[in-house]
Nanobody, 111 residues
Framework: VQLVESGGGLVQPGGSLRLSCAAS????????MKWYRQPPGKEREWVAA????????NYGSSVKGRFTISRDNAKNTVDLQMNSLKPEDTAVYYC?????WGQGTQVTVSS
């Protein structure tokens, strides 16, 4: 299993970023995909999840209404659109599937 995140960076409060996770080494279209994040000095926390067919999504309370998870089963990718970003969204964001983690991508929200 390989998960490769991209799209992180530095953004001002109120801005947007789109993260992407490219997956390989397993049957992507059969698996629930998730995003987690780990803020500096804190525990890793769940952010969002999407069902195998993309028909069901769920979000953590701190990001609901601001973040959107989506997937493309033809391209084996799962994205996280992040809008109205806040300084407290600063974290390393990880893609996750069935016990496997990507290397993470840093998101920093700061003026």
């Amino acid at each position: 299993v390989q998960l490769v995140e991209s799209g992180g960076g530095l953004v001002q409060p109120g801005g947007s970023l789109r993260l992407s996770c490219a997956a390989s080494g397993f049957t992507f279209s059969s698996n629930v995909m998730k995003w987690y994040r780990q803020p500096p000095g804190k525990e890793r926390e769940w952010v969002a999840a999407i069902s195998s067919d993309g028909g069901t999504t769920n979000y953590g309370s701190s990001v609901k209404g601001r973040f959107t998870i989506s997937r493309d089963n033809a391209k084996n990718t799962v994205d996280l659109q992040m809008n109205s970003l806040k300084p407290e969204d600063t974290a390393v964001y990880y893609c996750y599937v069935a016990g496997n983690w990507g290397q993470g991508t840093q998101v920093t929200v700061s003026s």
